[in-house]
């Protein structure tokens, strides 16, 4: 790997930093599904997006997508982006006037797209496996989509639902989608019938779970304005300030900026209630929040069932681990089709910081056990000290979690650093109001 930071804790034991403010990235959940939404209608792009230096590049890959589409190209390509890859598999599906293929990079030919495929095919998509079977790169056919029920099997990603929904502004016929499997992160596909509910588009849930849509008559393009900006900040990367909060002395305070409550972003509704348990309050203000650890965590164990909030597991793992609070986790099988295997990179770089965590087929947990530093590795005692080197898997949340650790080990060395460009651009420059961040 070319690069690395090395991370390092100055803080005086006991001592309380000043309060300070962190500016999160904007919801990227809710910016993606606003963009997609916008190109369906056939509204113009915001032409101001790309000069924001705080904007994930999974929104900037989402954004190429949509204009590589609407330029002609016949490769569209949205690189490391998970939520673009199945967002623009729906999308082309019922966009395309040519044959296009669709591809990403890095782990995007690793993580399933089969379940939305199959869904797809039964509404009249034409889309082909051009390697392995179940997984991108596609080929995609121009077709006509038909309405009708399609049954969706979405336990390993809402976004799988979140895709289909998107479509209502095209949708000529009545569609029902019915879920063979429950699904995870279920608020994510909650926020997508919220936006589109603003926008006119009303998915309703049936008592059996299904999904019903009935086509409105559709707005003439040329009568619909440029979409706005979201100016709310991400939630998902909330939980980095919450996890460091916690890892801070008593008395510690963090101000975020444009963190809005209520929110349609569905990990509003768990941080709070998950860090309370590790003595940090959230104090709801008039388009910010702020953070204040008040206590020390008040028991020593810890447990939930995360499938609606796998996104905040990596930061609730290294505040418990970091809190010495034994855990267990469970409804997060999921989590392993990520940007990583992430209940396996958890593992394994906790590890390196003589940490054992076990991992199960649908659960992590700890028992507060410590490996010796012999135990841990041959290396003899008597060599010069190094730090921990974290190897993040090309995981931004992965990094972004495990940096936190260097206030418990005091020194950490963290792999591919830039990883975090995916949804959180200025992590390391926020950190570095707290710890010493440098680039080796």
């Not at 009545?174 to 429950?182: A, D, G, K």
């Not at 002395?249 to 860090?275: K, M, N, W």
Request: glycine fraction near 6%.
């Amino acid at each position: 790997m070319s690069s690395s930071l090395l991370i390092t804790s100055t803080l005086a034991s006991g001592e309380a930093p000043q309060p300070f403010t962190w500016h999160l990235p904007p919801s990227k959940s809710l910016l993606a599904r606003q963009l997609v939404l916008a190109s369906l209608e056939g509204r113009p792009l915001p032409n101001n997006l790309d000069s924001r230096e705080d904007l994930p590049e999974d929104i900037h890959a989402l954004l190429s997508a949509l204009r590589s589409e609407a330029e002609g190209a016949s490769i569209i390509s949205v690189g490391e982006s998970g939520t673009a890859m199945r967002f623009m598999t729906a999308y082309l599906s019922a966009k395309a006037t040519r044959s296009l293929r669709l591809e990403g990079t890095a782990r995007q030919h690793e993580r399933p797209i089969a379940p939305l495929v199959e869904a797809m095919r039964q509404l009249g998509a034409k889309i082909h496996y051009l390697e392995r079977m179940g997984y991108p790169p596609l080929s995609i056919e121009p077709a006509v989509l038909r309405g009708g029920r399609v049954t969706l099997d979405a336990s390993h990603s809402s976004q799988y639902l979140s895709a289909l929904l998107l479509l209502a502004p095209i949708l000529q016929e009545r569609v029902e989608i019915s879920l063979t499997h429950p699904l995870v992160s279920a608020p994510y596909a909650l926020m997508t019938q919220a936006v589109l509910q603003g926008a006119g588009y009303p998915w309703d849930t049936q008592e059996d779970g299904a999904f019903t849509y009935d086509p409105v008559d559709r707005i003439e393009a040329k009568q619909l304005p440029q979409l706005p900006l979201v100016e709310e900040a991400d939630w998902s990367a909330a939980s980095y300030a919450y996890a460091l909060i916690s890892l801070l002395p008593i008395g510690t305070e963090c101000h975020l900026p444009r963190l809005i409550v209520p929110s349609a972003q569905g990990d509003s509704l768990y941080l709070p209630s998950l860090f309370e348990a590790l003595g940090v309050t959230t104090e709801v203000g008039d388009g910010f929040v702020r953070l204040r650890k008040v206590c020390l965590p008040q028991k020593k164990s810890f447990r939930a069932h995360l499938s609606s909030c796998p996104d905040l597991v990596p930061a609730l793992v290294t505040a418990l681990v970091g809190n010495d609070v034994a855990f267990r986790i469970e409804g997060i099988g999921h989590l392993r089709i990520k940007e990583s295997d992430r209940l396996g990179a958890l593992a394994s770089e906790f590890l390196k910081l003589h940490i054992p965590l076990c991992v199960e087929s649908d659960a992590l947990s700890w028992d507060r056990q410590q490996l010796t530093a012999s135990t841990a590795s041959p290396i003899s005692s008597s060599r010069p000290f190094h730090p921990p080197q974290i190897d993040p898997h090309q995981d931004h949340r992965i990094a972004m979690a495990l940096a936190l650790m260097a206030v418990r080990v005091k020194q950490l060395c963290i792999y591919n650093p830039s990883c975090i460009k995916k949804s959180f651009p200025s992590y390391w420059e926020q950190l570095g109001e707290i710890l010493h961040v440098q680039m080796q």
